[in-house]
């Protein structure tokens, strides 16, 4: 009889940025393999559709491959985005900023966690991205904390 499986996060420090990513680091295992009778080296391929699955190419090769049903739990769903989302049981699982499985918890205007806007105020705007084709300005506020 099993019961009811949890699971937390342990580690929210983000890798740094010049070292290989954890879905690149699941591909390579597959170095020494022999896949159709030749030895590559495998690198990741992001798939928006399935973020879960492993899948990996031949690096200066133009075909990919699914190598597994479900990355190691903790993978990051979409490696390269600003989201935390995480894959547990090749299950793309929310995280929000308090790093939390399936939290709805997100950053306020001011970058706090959980946050209600009045930690910072705005000292100034600027446009930051104009649409022309559909007359549409953005303005971008500056921040700063308030102490």
């Known amino acids: 009889k099993r019961g009811r499986m949890r699971y937390k996060i342990c580690n929210s420090t983000p890798c740094p940025p010049n ?10 295992h597959f170095n020494t393999m022999l896949y159709k009778g030749k030895f590559y080296k495998w690198v990741q391929v992001n798939n928006r559709v399935n973020p879960c699955e492993l899948h990996c190419r031949p690096l200066n ?4 491959e699914k ?8 993978t990051q769903c979409y490696e390269g985005s600003l989201s935390r ?6 299950i793309c699982k929310n995280v929000g900023c308090d790093y939390e499985i399936d939290s709805n918890a997100v950053e306020d205007r001011c970058g706090v966690c959980h ?13 930051c991205a ?14 700063r904390t308030v102490v």
């Open 19 to 28: 070292q290989p990513s954890f879905r690149l680091i699941q591909c390579s």
């Open 130 to 143: 104009t649409h022309t084709h559909t007359h549409t300005h953005r303005m971008c506020q500056i921040l």
């Open 115 to 127: 946050g209600n806007g009045s930690t910072c105020e705005t000292v100034g705007s600027h446009t």
């Open 67 to 74: 190598m597994l049903d479900a990355v190691i739990d903790g």
């Open 85 to 90: 989302d995480m894959c547990v049981n090749g």
């Open 61 to 64: 090769e133009y075909f990919s």
